[in-house]
């Protein structure tokens, strides 16, 4: 998948502004497609799909904020936790040292960077070098992850988070992988491929946005908006307002693929927000671009009470968004279930794929501080039907840990689908469900992976896990902080 968005689906100053400064989350984005749209991980190329989990506020050697990963391996029934890797800077064969508030795994990213036909992991660390950041590519091989290398930051001495966020795409068209990074500033760059483990790679293009990011770069994902076979990078971001305003206003900008590279000097205007995913929601070939913002009124002068996303097509021209998007959609609009409400935070993350296999991709939405009964923030998630007219407004189904056969129960804080992921880990070409609780057992962190069926997802045979299933010590890390697949 080309995700890159909010790992904790909320970006740090988004969880700041929700939670009172509790946590601090950054994020990745979420795509669904089918090459060249979106890249599906598969580490061992054995054709179950994989996923990589991070924990990127976990202590590693009594470093604490260090960070590790870990992947975890597919099967005919569903993500096997028995088969999984697990890495940190103190791995061997990968570079750097476990370092404190260096948040290794706070980004993820995944594509076939070095064309041998196994996936590889991309893992930001932004925290390195005293905010500098890095960003490490761990290879795929038979055996799974293993080893790794460094990507070199273009801007080395600058304080800028490298590695804030990540996205994966083949922008210009050359069936090389390429590399997109944003940073804490009003800047991302693409690193182009093809790379290799001594650390060269085809060079960089800087993306700058329209406006100047206030507080850098929130959200960035790839995928084909317009069936070029290129693919788009797509950003968001904030903007300060005048003097005598308090707030920002959310921006965001699409830019298309091209055989140089994507286009900066023509960026698409977006709506802002705080998490992306991008996929083929009708079916036409073109990927939608699905855009989450947490933020409401008072905070962001795009925001809205309880949260929002809105939906844009995707077209021969590229991303259609002006004054009448694919759809908006709250907790109060038709075929959405829910009450709007403060705080709510619908939109937190977002996925896309096609749980059902009937050629329309359906919308997960995590709504990460909703309340159940009297737990507070403990969250779920809303998945949305795909069709041929695009956002189904019948058939949506929430799933949250009271519903019956998700493992555990829903409790104050856990923040249920602080991530959410649709790829497909059994290889029967229907998406499964992977959602993260951030915040579970108190900052622990935990897993819920639910299978996809003909007729939709499922919670037979659901699992649920986190460090403890690993073996791994299970203190305060935010397992689960950041996903892709």
Same mark, same amino acid.
């Given at each position: 998948m080309i995700r890159h968005h909010r790992r904790l689906a909320l970006a740090t100053v988004t969880a700041a502004a929700l939670t009172?400064?509790?946590?601090?989350?950054?994020?990745?984005?979420?795509?669904?497609?089918?090459?060249?749209?979106?890249?599906?991980?598969?580490?061992n190329r054995d054709g179950y799909g994989d996923v990589a989990f991070a924990a990127p506020y976990a202590k590693v050697a009594g470093k604490g904020m260090a960070g590790y990963v870990a992947v975890v391996y597919g099967?005919? +029934?569903?993500?096997?936790?028995?088969?999984?890797?697990? =890495?940190?800077?103190?791995?061997?064969?990968?570079?750097?040292?476990?370092?404190?508030?260096?948040?290794f795994g706070q980004a993820l990213a995944v594509a076939d960077l070095n064309g041998d036909g196994y996936t590889d992991l991309a893992v930001g660390a932004p925290g390195e070098d005293n905010g500098a950041g890095s960003v490490t590519v761990l290879w795929g091989s038979a055996s799974g992850v293993k080893n790794g290398t460094t990507v070199k930051d273009p801007t080395p001495t600058r304080a800028d988070g490298w590695g804030t966020v990540l996205a994966a795409g083949d922008f210009n068209g050359d069936k090389k992988a390429d590399l997109a990074s944003g940073t804490s500033a009003s800047y991302a760059y693409i690193v182009k491929g093809g790379f290799t483990k001594s650390g060269t790679t085809?060079?960089?293009?800087?993306?700058?946005?329209?406006?100047?990011? *206030?507080?850098?770069?929130d959200a960035i994902?790839?995928?084909?908006?317009?069936?070029?076979?290129?693919?788009?990078?797509?950003?968001?971001?904030?903007t300060a307002l005048d003097s005598h305003e308090s707030g920002s206003w959310s921006k965001g900008a699409a830019f298309l693929g091209a055989s140089t590279g994507v286009v900066v000097t023509q960026p698409r205007p977006l709506n802002g927000g705080t998490s992306l995913a991008l996929g083929?929601?009708?079916?036409?070939?073109?990927?939608?671009?699905?855009?989450?913002?947490?933020? *409401?009124?008072?905070?962001?002068?795009?925001?809205?009470l309880g949260g929002q996303v809105v939906v844009i097509r995707g077209s021969a021209g590229?991303?259609?968004?002006?004054?009448?998007?694919?759809?908006?959609?709250?907790?109060?609009?038709?075929?959405?279930?829910?009450?709007?409400?403060?705080?709510?935070?619908?939109?937190?993350?977002? +996925?896309?794929?096609?749980?059902?296999g009937d050629g329309f991709g359906e919308l997960a939405i995590g709504v990460t501080f909703k309340d159940i009964g009297a737990a507070e923030d403990t969250g779920l998630v809303v998945l949305m039907n795909g069709s041929a007219s695009g956002v189904s407004r019948t058939g949506a189904r929430t799933f949250s840990q009271n519903t019956p056969g998700v493992p555990g129960t829903?409790?104050?804080?856990?923040?249920? +689908?602080?991530? =959410?992921?649709?790829?497909?880990?059994?290889k029967d070409g229907r998406a499964d469900l992977t959602i993260?609780?951030?915040?579970?057992? *108190?900052? =622990?962190?935990?897993?819920?992976?639910?299978?996809?069926?003909?007729?939709?997802?499922?919670?037979?045979?659901?699992k649920s896990f986190g460090p403890g299933t690993f073996g791994l010590s299970r203190t305060y890390g935010a397992f689960g902080a950041a996903l892709t697949g």
């Open positions: 009172g400064g509790l946590l601090t989350f950054s994020a990745s984005t979420a795509s669904a497609a089918a090459s060249p749209r979106a890249y599906k991980a598969d580490f099967s005919a +029934s569903g993500l096997n936790t028995a088969k999984r890797t697990v =890495v940190s800077q103190n791995t061997a064969g990968v570079p750097g040292t476990a370092e404190a508030e260096d948040t085809g060079g960089t293009q800087k993306v700058t946005t329209p406006e100047k990011a *206030e507080f850098g770069i994902a790839a995928g084909d908006t317009n069936g070029d076979k290129k693919a788009d990078l797509v950003l968001t971001y904030r083929d929601i009708d079916g036409d070939g073109y990927d939608e671009i699905a855009i989450g913002n947490v933020f *409401e009124q008072e905070t962001d002068h795009t925001g809205t590229g991303p259609i968004n002006g004054d009448a998007p694919m759809a908006r959609l709250t907790q109060s609009s038709t075929g959405v279930p829910g009450t709007d409400k403060a705080g709510d935070a619908f939109g937190g993350d977002l +996925s896309i794929g096609d749980v059902n829903a409790e104050s804080m856990d923040y249920f +689908s602080s991530d =959410v992921l649709l790829t497909d880990v059994t993260t609780a951030g915040f579970e057992d *108190e900052g =622990v962190g935990a897993v819920t992976a639910l299978r996809g069926s003909a007729s939709g997802i499922t919670t037979t045979g659901a």
